[in-house]
Each structure stands twice: as C-alpha cells, then as structure tokens.
C-alpha cells in the first residue's frame, strides 16, 4: 500500500473532544492535512469555531466544524452525542481528547476536585465512547474499523509529578479502560488505543512550558532532551487512525520522548565503579 492508502484519512469523519487548544489542536490539524471531516467540540464554542476556521485555511484536503460542548455532565455528553448525530451518519474517528488537572498538596486536595477530575477525564470517556457505539459501528468494516483513541498521559503510567494525585489516578484509569474496551469491542471491529504523552505545550501546561528558560529545564528531564512537538502527536494520531494501524488495539502508545522508561537510580553503581 502506498503512504496514502495507509495513513490518508478522505472520506472519513473524526470527532475531537477538546480540540480547540494543546494536543487536541495538533490532532484535528493532523486529521485534516489528512483529509478528514473533522468535528472539533469543547466547552467553549467559540474557540472550536475559530480553530476550525484556521483549520480550513489551510487549503488541506479535509474540512473542520467547531462547536460547544460540556462533557462534565451526563447531559453534556448527550447532547454531543446528538448533535453529532445530526451532521452525520457515521464516525470513523472518536479522539477522546477532553480533560482537567488539579494540583494541591496531600493535606489539602478538595474532596470535590477529585470528582470534577474523573468525571471530565474518565466517566465522560467511557460515556461518550458508549453514546457514539452505534455511529462507530456504522463505519466499522472487517478490513478498516472505526477507531477510538483515547487520551493518557506518561503520569498514568508512572508516579511523577507533584499534588496532581486526581490526574494521575485519571489516566491510568483510562489506560485500563483502552484495554477493557478494546477486547470487548473488537468483534465489533472497532479499535481501542490510547496515548501516553510526556511534556507538551498546552494551556494546562502552561505554567511549565510558557516561558522558554521553564521549558529548556523541563526539557532537560526528558531522556530525548526536549519538550513534545505537534509532529510528535500528528505521527502517532495518524498511525492509530489510518489504514496502517487498523491491527492495532488495547496499545497504550507512549508519547513522551522516553519518560515511560525512567527509572529510580541504579541501585549497585557504586558496586560495579
């Protein structure tokens, strides 16, 4: 198969929660240069409308749509489910890209914080992926299934990081919940992938990436020396979404520049000197 029988995406739809900044940005423009028809919803409108717009100036060969929507309640994730009904028939693509960090010390985390953490980044994954079932399994095919990807991070796969204990705890519950759901669903031939990204640009990580002398010291933690790129997403996005990833399911994909692989110290160094 060529390069673009196995990662072009034209013809497909893709829906991007949380597409209007950070990872979820760099996805829905990856989808379009695809040529995907890409839906992008978050709670703010407004900015999914303008990131679509930007999106198709691009004069790439896929389109963007951006709308609102609040995925931290159950009717929130109805309502997606249902607007996304009416402008299409089937999804190829769920990118389940929406979710929230709260950091504070151990004495101190608030006892709602740890709810609004779950509910955006694990209950609303699980719930929408349910509610869109029937418009996945309308793109499924046996050579090319419908795809859900959904949105870990290294801190779920690792203890890192300082009072962001909700964070941690959410996305080891999704990287689970990518296994569960890929074996259960693929009879359904729809595949279940998630990724682990390390360090990268995006409002949440703003107070770390924002200023350059805070990201060249965040840089310096990671073994490839450097904080994450929209290439680095667009790649792996394309990978688990196109032709050539369409054996692949339950993988949790590790973007973090190796991150996933650091360990404590080694314990007989001083033996072996």
């Known amino acids: 198969m060529t390069?673009?029988?196995?990662?072009g995406l034209s013809g497909?739809?893709?829906l991007v929660t949380g597409g209007a900044s950070g990872i979820g940005r760099?996805?829905?423009?990856?989808?379009?240069r695809a040529g995907a028809r890409v839906l992008i919803a978050s709670r703010k409108g407004d900015a999914c409308e303008a990131v679509a717009a930007e999106l198709n100036a691009l004069d790439a060969p896929g389109r963007a749509e951006g709308f609102a929507a609040d995925l931290s309640t159950e009717a929130g994730v109805d309502a997606l489910a249902a607007e996304v009904g009416k402008r299409c028939?089937?999804?190829?693509?769920?990118?389940n890209n929406s979710g929230r960090s709260w950091g504070a010390p151990l004495g101190e985390f608030?006892?709602?914080?740890?709810?609004k953490v779950q509910r955006l980044n694990v209950t609303a994954v699980f719930h929408l992926t349910q509610r869109l079932l029937p418009l996945l399994e309308a793109a499924a095919t046996e050579n090319d299934p419908a795809r859900v990807i959904n949105l870990g991070s290294v801190m779920g796969e690792?203890?890192?990081?300082?009072?962001?204990?909700?964070?941690?705890?959410?996305k080891a519950a999704v990287h689970h919940?990518?296994?569960?759901?890929?074996k259960e669903l693929a009879p359904r031939q729809i595949t279940v992938n998630a990724l682990a990204p390390g360090p990268f640009p995006s409002k949440m990580t703003a107070f770390a990436t924002a200023d350059p002398e805070m990201r060249r010291k965040v840089a310096a933690t990671v073994p490839i020396a450097r904080v994450g790129r929209p290439e680095d997403i667009a790649g792996c996005v394309l990978f688990l979404a196109g032709r050539g990833g369409g054996y692949v399911t339950g993988a949790v994909l590790p973007v973090s520049g190796g991150v996933n692989v650091t360990t404590g110290p080694n314990l007989f160094a001083e033996a072996q000197e």
Do not use: C, Q
């Open 3 to 7: 390069p673009e029988e196995l990662f």
């Open 12 to 14: 497909k739809v893709a």
């Open 26 to 32: 760099m996805a829905a423009e990856a989808l379009v």
């Open 89 to 95: 028939d089937a999804v190829h693509i769920l990118l």
């Open 110 to 115: 608030p006892y709602d914080a740890w709810d």
């Open 158 to 170: 690792v203890p890192m990081g300082e009072n962001v204990y909700a964070y941690a705890a959410s």
């Open 177 to 182: 919940l990518t296994r569960v759901l890929a």
